[in-house]
């Protein structure tokens, strides 16, 4: 009988959800520390932390204590979200050099910003909006899929085009 009741604990125990305020007091500071230490970017680690509760929040039903701690599972959380905004930085550098500005020394002319926005006017409607909402407002392409209402593949593929098309855009106005 006792094992039974052992069992039925560790099947509540399993289920039992989070308080998420009680789980960002507690990790919000070693999770920031991480990021911090890692990109030593204040608002993109400000800005993870928060990413971070905010997709266990909507995960939460995932995590198996039997896996890993919750800890674990939360520092994992903020490290994929953290290597993919790096990553997504870094393209977007290599890319448009213009739309990276954040946090650099480098100022963008008057002039620049005004070319961007004339190619970026030049692009259809469709590409146009997944260059926005990826670029400008730091979508993932999942999220981009869901507001457009369209397979993630389509929004690779414009996302693809689009730089390709804003890149020759630029160059021969540049």
Known sequence: MNSNSEKASDVVENQVEYSIEELFITYKAPIYQFV???CQDE?????????TFEKFHRYQAQFDSQKSSLKTYLFRIAYQL???????RSRMNKLLPFL?????????????IL???????????EQ??????????????????NIL???????????????KK?????????
């Open 100 to 112: 990276y500005n954040q946090n650099h020394k480098t100022q963008i002319s008057h002039d620049e």
């Open 43 to 51: 608002q993109l680690s400000i800005d993870l932390v928060q990413d």
């Open 128 to 145: 146009r909006s997944v260059i926005l909402l990826y670029y400008y407002h730091d979508l993932s392409q999942k999220e981009i899929s």
């Open 36 to 38: 911090y230490r890692y």
């Open 166 to 174: 804003l890149k020759g855009l630029l160059e021969e106005n540049g």
């Open 149 to 163: 209402e369209i397979p993630i593949g389509t929004v690779k593929s414009r996302l693809h085009v689009s730089l």
């Open 115 to 125: 070319s961007i926005q004339a190619a970026l006017q030049q692009l259809p409607d």
């Open 82 to 88: 953290m290597i993919n905004r790096l990553k997504r």
